[in-house]
């Protein structure tokens, strides 16, 4: 059975940094890619940064410069450091696996979420 497992969420204050970790069981991640998405309140669901399966990232025009995404090198583990962090980048955190892919696709594979406040 497929889990994503996330911790590192957290209360910080704008300007601050905080760190969010996946840990993966049962998957590794791999040709279809990896992801974090984050959610804010009564907003759509926002794709942040997307890790390719040749270890290219892309990010979203409103963390670019300030958040990075990584995998470790058995690619069972991702990670995404924020920086800078903005009160705009209040929102519940999700890493997922085949971010392009529907959600109705066995394949795509969701974290629980992760809550990250960020207070002005």
């Known amino acids: 059975q497929v889990q994503l497992v996330e911790s590192g969420g957290g209360s910080v204050q704008a300007g601050g940094s905080l760190e969010l970790s996946c840990a993966a069981s049962g998957y590794i991640f791999g040709d279809c890619g990896s992801g974090w998405y984050r959610q804010a309140p009564g907003k759509g669901r926002e794709l942040v940064a997307v890790?390719?399966?040749?270890?290219?990232?892309r990010y979203s025009e409103s963390v670019k410069g300030r958040f990075t995404a990584s995998q470790n090198k058995a690619k069972t583990t991702m990670y995404l450091q924020m920086n800078s962090l903005k009160s705009e980048d209040t929102a519940v955190y999700y890493c997922?696996?085949?971010?392009?892919?529907?959600?109705?696709?066995?394949?795509?594979?969701w974290g629980q979420g992760t809550q990250v406040t960020v207070s002005s």
């Open positions: 890790i390719f399966s040749d270890n290219t990232i």
């Open positions: 997922v696996a085949c971010p392009y892919y529907l959600d109705s696709d066995v394949r795509k594979h």
